[in-house]
């Protein structure tokens, strides 16, 4: 598939999720999780996921250019190489799921990452509340959590609540959970072009057209800012992931 062969319906559901992509990546969370259903609404299930990679991966160059100096590496490097294992896992799960059902896979994934993210909402709750909990230090919290968020990027570039979930519970400052999420997505999605490639979701073709919707995503990561502060968060986070939860099962029921 070429960018000549792309139908009205794929230039706008890939022009969406773009605006997902950089929106999200700009600040509005929860944006990310809705471009994996405009992918995979635009493109068949699986291709969706390697056609979604690389412009994921220019909202990172956004967010990594903006938040650089906001990073605290210690905790990239405690979860990034669990969630490389994950994503090993993950290649050798995603040749094995038959392409007519890896829509429900992308379903139930969007549905889990919406339940991990009000499980954080829960801990953001009762992280100001000044409770302390010593659990996410714990070595099998790390691994599990990288591993776990390494196998849903892989099928389905889902880890985000995951790996939010972990540095919010780690207690990071505001401005350092945004500049250390944004490092380890960059660098776990660039981990992940190779193994894409083996799966066959990463051609120069389809590389053509992911870069031409990341454009757009890096275009609507640098006004994102500008846009946020007018758009009242209560109401929006209720939007989005009732949208989310909706998308999820419309893949789910087919």
């Known amino acids: 598939m070429s960018l000549a062969d792309l139908t009205l319906q794929q230039w706008i559901c890939g022009l969406l999720g773009a605006l997902c992509i ?14 994996i259903w405009f992918f995979a609404m ?11 990679l690389p412009a994921l991966i220019c909202g ?25 294992l994950g994503v090993v896992i993950g290649f050798f799960l995603f040749n094995r799921i038959p392409g007519d059902v890896f829509s429900v896979v992308i379903g139930g994934m969007l549905l889990a990452m919406t339940g991990v993210h009000f499980l954080r909402q829960w801990l ?3 992280r100001a509340e000044g409770a302390e909990d010593p659990i996410p230090h714990k070595p099998w919290f790390i691994g599990g959590t990288g591993i776990a968020g390494g196998v849903a990027t892989m099928l389905a570039n889902a880890a985000g609540p995951i790996a939010s979930f972990y540095f919010m519970a780690i207690r990071l400052p505001k401005m350092a959970f945004i500049g250390t999420s944004a490092w380890f997505f960059f660098l776990i999605n660039i981990f992940k072009l190779p193994f894409q490639s083996a799966a066959g979701n990463l051609t120069l073709l389809s590389l053509q057209i992911s ?3 990341g454009a757009a995503a890096i275009v609507c990561g640098l006004i994102a800012p500008k846009v946020v ?4 968060q209560r109401y929006y986070s209720a939007c989005i992931w ?9 893949l789910i029921v087919g």
């Open 42 to 52: 635009a493109f068949e299930p699986k291709q969706s996921v390697g056609i979604l």
């Open 124 to 126: 953001l709750r009762k």
């Open 60 to 84: 990172d160059i956004v967010a990594v250019l903006v938040y650089r100096k906001h990073a605290d590496f210690r905790y990239v490097r405690r979860l990034l190489p669990w969630s490389m």
């Open 22 to 35: 950089g929106f999200g990546k700009g600040g509005l969370p929860g944006l990310g999780n809705l471009a």
């Open 229 to 232: 502060r007018y758009i009242p």
């Open 211 to 213: 870069l031409v919707f």
């Open 242 to 250: 009732t949208v989310i939860i909706f998308a999820a099962i419309s």
